[in-house]
């Protein structure tokens, strides 16, 4: 009896001669929403010293995707704490089974851990829903302007933690899109615009708070100027104003001149009341037609890779409504606004 109890524990030994590396789920969420992005640590310990580093392989995982095969790292004595992240895609969803090994000069057996099911939770949003969750969410900027005779376009900025941000959208719009994006894990941005109808007099959605485990609400009041500012700085209209300033000088210095023809009764100096007349008059007239060159790409914002709706098939004219940094504002024959690149104005 003892002979076989020698025996079975010199089996174990050499079954167990070679596990050098231990690993198991340390932190898992006890509950996720579908659509968000949560994280999962593992505990790794290594009974060998020298090794360069450890390697994870994801399997049988169902409703989540891995938004990042390296993991932050955080060790603590001897053990190793990986954190993951991950995106929920599904109502049922499982964690992956991982298999830990290590890298090194020479090969080690590797070690595998069994993933858990997940308690996923489905929102029941209403028509307002950007499709965004977040564990906070805030508008930064926005510009309202005309789009056509029956929509306005809106153009905002926005940021959001811990969210999945390029997978907004909404309905009951006329069209949407994505002018730019910043990825981030913890902190994301991205500009977007939405053309509406115009009677709306706000636009309102509503994302889901991580935090406050409840839908919050964004207004954004639609009010049409388009001499507005915005703290975004491809955005940014020219300063008018300095032009508004520069009339009021030169209507200041008409009135004094005018006064001092009257009380010095000097009608020869009419003339040179026409100078700030005559330049009041320059500021005052818009410009208003250039010349498109054939094959310019009009785009919906002032922005470098902004939408474009239409490419000109010739050369021809458009009003020129305004003007931003690089852009100018061009009305088309049917209405619509849009906006070409400087280098697209023909030169004579």
Same mark, same amino acid.
């Given at each position: 009896m003892?002979?076989?109890l020698l #025996?079975?524990l010199?089996? %174990?030994?050499?079954?167990?001669?070679?596990?050098?590396?231990?690993?198991?789920?340390?932190?898992?969420?006890?509950?996720?929403v579908?659509?968000? !992005?949560?994280?999962?640590?593992?505990? &790794?310990?290594? &009974?060998v010293?020298?090794?360069d580093? !450890?390697k994870?392989?994801f399997?049988?995982? $169902?409703?989540?995707?891995?938004?990042?095969?390296?993991?932050?790292r955080?060790?603590?004595?001897?053990?190793?704490y990986?954190?993951f *992240?991950?995106?929920?895609? @599904?109502?049922? +969803?499982? %964690?992956?089974?991982?298999e830990?090994?290590?890298?090194a =000069?020479?090969?080690y057996?590797?070690?595998k851990? !069994?993933?858990? $099911?997940?308690n996923?939770i489905?929102?029941n949003?209403k028509n307002?829903y950007?499709?965004?969750l977040?564990?906070?969410?805030v508008?930064?900027?926005?510009?309202?302007?005309?789009?056509?005779?029956?929509?306005?376009i809106?153009v905002?900025?926005?940021t +959001? =933690?811990n969210?999945q941000?390029s +997978?907004?959208?909404?309905?009951?719009v006329?069209k949407?899109?994505?002018?730019?994006i910043k990825?981030?894990y913890?902190?994301?941005?991205?500009?977007?615009?939405?053309v509406?109808?115009?009677?709306?007099?706000?636009?309102?959605?509503?994302?889901?708070?991580?935090?406050?485990?409840k839908? +919050?609400?964004?207004?954004?009041?639609?009010v %049409?100027?388009?001499?507005?500012? &915005?703290?975004? &700085?491809? %955005?940014?209209?020219?300063?008018?104003?300095?032009?508004?300033?520069?009339m009021?000088?030169?209507?200041?210095?008409? #009135?004094?001149?005018f006064?001092?023809?009257?009380w010095?009764? $000097?009608?020869? *100096?009419?003339?040179?009341l026409?100078?700030p007349l005559?330049?009041?008059g320059?500021?005052?007239?818009?410009?208003k037609?250039?010349c498109?060159k054939?094959?310019?790409?009009? @785009?919906?914002l002032?922005?470098n890779n902004?939408?474009?709706?239409?490419?000109?098939?010739?050369?021809?004219?458009l009003?020129k409504?305004?003007?931003v940094?690089?852009?100018?504002?061009?009305?088309l024959?049917?209405?619509?606004?849009?906006?070409?690149?400087?280098?697209d104005?023909?030169?004579?």
């Open positions: 003892i002979k076989l #025996l079975t010199a089996l %174990l030994s050499s079954l167990y001669a070679n596990k050098v590396i231990y690993s198991s789920y340390d932190k898992v969420p006890t509950r996720i579908k659509g968000e !992005i949560f994280t999962f640590t593992l505990k &790794t310990l290594s &009974t010293k020298n090794f580093d !450890i994870y392989k399997s049988n995982y $169902k409703g989540v995707i891995p938004l990042h095969q390296a993991p932050h955080i060790r603590r004595g001897k053990y190793f990986d954190t *992240y991950f995106l929920s895609t @599904r109502k049922w +969803a499982k %964690l992956p089974d991982v830990a090994s290590l890298t =000069q020479r090969e057996d590797t070690t851990v !069994i993933g858990s $099911k997940l996923v489905s929102l949003p307002n950007s499709n965004i977040a564990n906070k969410f508008l930064v900027d926005y510009k309202t302007t005309s789009y056509d005779n029956q929509h306005n809106i905002f900025s926005a +959001a =933690q969210s941000i +997978a907004m959208k909404f309905t009951n006329y949407q899109g994505r002018e730019s990825k981030s913890n902190n994301s941005k991205i500009t977007y615009f939405v509406v109808d115009k009677k709306i007099e706000n636009f309102t959605f509503s994302y889901f708070n991580l935090k406050k485990n839908f +919050a609400l964004i207004t954004i009041p639609i %049409l100027d388009d001499d507005s500012v &915005t703290t975004q &700085t491809d %955005l940014k209209p020219k300063d008018q104003s300095k032009e508004r300033l520069k009021s000088i030169a209507a200041g210095a008409s #009135l004094i001149i006064i001092f023809i009257l010095r009764k $000097k009608y020869i *100096y009419l003339l040179v026409l100078v005559f330049y009041i320059y500021l005052a007239v818009p410009e037609e250039i498109i054939q094959g310019t790409e009009i @785009r919906l002032p922005v902004g939408t474009i709706f239409e490419t000109t098939s010739s050369q021809y004219k009003l409504e305004g003007s940094k690089d852009f100018v504002k061009v009305k024959k049917n209405d619509k606004i849009g906006w070409v690149k400087n280098e104005i023909c030169t004579f």
